[in-house]
């Protein structure tokens, strides 16, 4: 039998010692592929990069429909803006809100006002719900008159303004800020309960548009100003 030289065995080892690497490389190669196949049967994406796939996609489109301040019926009024909710905010709607002149004699801002409550109750026509709109003003709330004392251009409601729910204050009081009859140009809108308690003031800022839940429960107390007293003679 022939004696293998020395440089026959080492490259005869260094052969076995390639082969043995190939052979795992494969090995991993390959559970790796089984790994990547049962995540992908599974549905499951495969992937090194950490994926930031946003919100979820609205499924309303909160276009006003064509036409939709004309949908009062040949009904005389004005022509407001209304705030309704649409993708969990504030879309000014425009609408013509008949104002009854059946009611008793009282100032045209209550008038407006109560017309514009009225119309925030209405429940959206089909093409506004079928574009995402709503409204969550209670039906039952109604103006009433001003009380003694309360400073100019405050509205009272039958129930207090902080315990309407969030988004209905909101709605009340951007579509009552966006009246020229209600609001004297821009500034706050000052809502009372049925109570003696003060009434308060509340903004339609944009953060109240863009987010109505979170409109301050309490508003600033306004107080009439002072009269001045008589000279005396």
Do not use: H, Y
Not at 13 to 32: F, H, I, N
């Amino acid at each position: 039998m022939k004696t293998r030289s020395r440089t026959e065995r080492g490259t005869a080892g260094r052969g076995a010692v390639l082969g043995a690497t190939l052979a795992t490389t494969a090995v991993v190669v390959a559970l790796g592929l089984l790994s990547l196949g049962a995540l992908t049967g599974c549905g499951i994406r495969a992937t090194t990069v950490p994926v930031d796939v946003g919100p979820a996609p609205s499924r309303v489109s909160c276009k006003t429909p064509a036409g939709a301040a004309a949908g009062t019926g040949g009904v005389q009024g004005i022509r407001a803006t209304v705030e309704l909710v649409c993708g969990a905010q504030l879309v000014g709607v425009q609408r013509v809100v008949p104002v009854s002149e059946k009611q008793p004699a009282r100032d045209v801002a209550g008038l407006v006002t109560q017309a514009l409550l009225e119309a925030l109750q209405r429940e959206p026509s089909a093409e506004e719900r079928e574009a995402g709109f709503t409204t969550e003003v209670p039906a039952n709330l109604t103006v009433s008159a001003p009380r003694p004392g309360d400073p100019a251009g405050a509205v009272r409601l039958s129930r207090k303004p902080e315990d309407l729910p969030p988004v209905a204050l909101s709605q009340l009081v951007c579509t009552l800020a966006e009246s020229d009859a209600v609001s004297a140009g821009p500034g706050p809108v000052v809502l009372g309960g049925p109570d003696a308690d003060p009434p308060r003031a509340w903004e339609c800022t944009d953060a109240v548009r863009s987010r109505p839940e979170s409109v301050a429960t309490l508003g600033d107390v306004v107080r009439p100003s002072a009269t001045p007293s008589p000279s005396a003679s």
